[in-house]
């Protein structure tokens, strides 16, 4: 076994975990042998690393008028750039997965098992969700990798310590060189056995490098660290890999960890929780991947009312489409999915419907959904936020995550003026396709 390498301690005001949704109790790479020097370049490296905010590199991306542009937020929500130093997935990517197990504990699940907690359900997502744009292939290793040291020794928790962090990045970054070629892999998972007894289900976490980590001649600039029950909780790695592609959290955590976590966007978005009952991605999120092409968004201006017709955001080629009664509907997928009205320099109001089909085929109500969204507010901090049409009214108890809300659409035959900007949605009608018909006018 090659010498363990000393842990440098990184600085603690330059380290940062993000990405672990909300939690609840309960819920093949060929390997390959390499030399004792390759391991240590690699060690070396992760020593004098360490992790960020908001990386800086951009791309040209969108110049609609009501793009908003990125700012130096965490997971900004402006979308006239790609930030480069992500993974774009607008193609096929590769994941790798590694299983990490512990001398204090001998795994009672196989990593096979673990693999299929998380694939297909992980690529079915992302596959409807990009209308069969993105293609996220998994790669599981066969065989469990040893850490050097107890699992109890990590520390392992939610408000992970940076030490303990690092410490566990460079061990099993260490244990996993001699078995993985890293250049050949877009994504890497790191998923440790669900028994050992210091592994925490509420941990699992996006770990952002600063300075990206070298092995096999590429730079690894995040880690998705997978500490997950066996079964684990439903979607949660698509939702930590939607912070791989600079999507931020949109849940609220409270001060003191009591309150509601769910009240900014509900169920209507993956971001804001694995648990809802429609978590196909906002419309704006479809847009910022690349996933919404330009002709399929409008950008509402002037002062008069604007028609337009909405498909339901989560129709598409290779998704099945059933209206609001269960009655097919036919050719939906390339019209026109989200409306857009800018509301300030960093702020934008959008428009989009949300009914059952794909993967919002358990959405509690249909309709036009409205929400804020603030290019400036960091991940966490409520870049989007849904606006609810029926305040005094809540729906689903027994399955939302938020059932305030939970019927916030604006359903067909009503009207809805948001309040403090006074833009008006009103929903006319249904056109034989099953596309919604809207009115929109600015205030």
């Known amino acids: 076994m090659p010498r363990q ?11 940062e975990a993000l990405g672990a949704g909300r939690r609840t109790a309960g819920r093949a790479a060929r390997p390959r042998l390499r030399s004792t020097a390759a391991v240590c370049t690699t060690m070396s490296a992760l020593a004098a690393t360490s992790l960020v905010t908001a990386p800086s590199v951009a791309e040209p991306f969108s110049p609609e008028p009501c793009a908003l542009q990125r700012t130096d937020a965490h997971h900004s929500e402006g979308l006239d750039t790609w930030n480069a130093s992500y993974p774009r997935p607008a193609r096929t990517l590769d994941a790798v997965m590694v299983f990490l197990s512990f001398p204090d504990s001998q795994p009672l699940t196989a990593p096979a098992e673990l693999a299929a907690d998380h694939f297909p359900a992980t690529g079915r997502f992302f596959r409807r969700a990009s209308y069969g744009a993105f293609t996220l292939r998994p790669h599981p290793l066969r065989d469990w990798i040893r850490m050097p040291s107890p699992s109890t020794s990590y520390a392992i928790r939610r408000d992970w310590s940076p030490e303990h962090r690092a410490a566990y990045l460079r061990d099993a970054l260490h244990a996993a060189d001699r078995h993985v070629d890293f250049s050949r892999y877009d994504v890497v998972y790191f998923v440790a056995d669900p ?35 066996h079964p684990p909780d439903r979607l949660v790695l698509a939702h930590e890999t939607g912070h791989v592609f600079d999507l931020p959290d949109l849940y609220h955590r409270p001060v003191d960890g009591k309150g509601d976590w769910d009240t900014h966007v509900g169920d209507w978005d993956l971001m804001g929780s694995q ?168 205030g």
């Open 5 to 15: 390498l000393p842990l440098r301690r990184l600085p603690r005001e330059a380290l």
């Open 195 to 229: 028994d050992a007894p210091g592994v925490d289900s509420d941990a699992t976490k996006v770990v952002n490098l600063n300075t990206p980590l070298r092995a096999d001649g590429t730079d690894i600039r995040r880690v998705v660290t997978v500490f997950e029950n």
């Open 275 to 442: 648990f809802g009952l429609a978590p196909d991605l906002f419309g704006w999120h479809k847009w910022k991947l690349g996933w919404l092409e330009p002709r399929q968004v409008t950008c509402v201006r002037g002062s008069g009312p604007t028609r337009l017709t909405l498909e339901p955001l989560a129709a598409g080629p290779g998704v099945e489409v059933a209206d609001a009664a269960g009655a097919p509907a036919f050719g939906l997928g390339r019209g026109t999915k989200l409306a857009v009205v800018r509301t300030g320099a960093d702020s934008v109001l959008a428009f989009e419907v949300r009914a059952p089909v794909g993967n919002d085929a358990s959405a509690c109500r249909a309709g036009v959904l409205v929400y804020r969204v603030r290019s400036g507010a960091e991940s966490g901090g409520g870049p989007i936020e849904v606006i609810d049409a029926h305040p005094d009214t809540e729906a689903c108890w027994a399955d939302s995550v938020y059932p305030p809300l939970a019927d916030a659409p604006v359903a067909l035959g009503e009207s809805f003026t948001v309040p403090g900007d006074g833009v008006r949605v009103e929903v006319e009608g249904r056109t034989e396709s099953g596309a919604w018909t809207v009115r929109i006018t600015p």
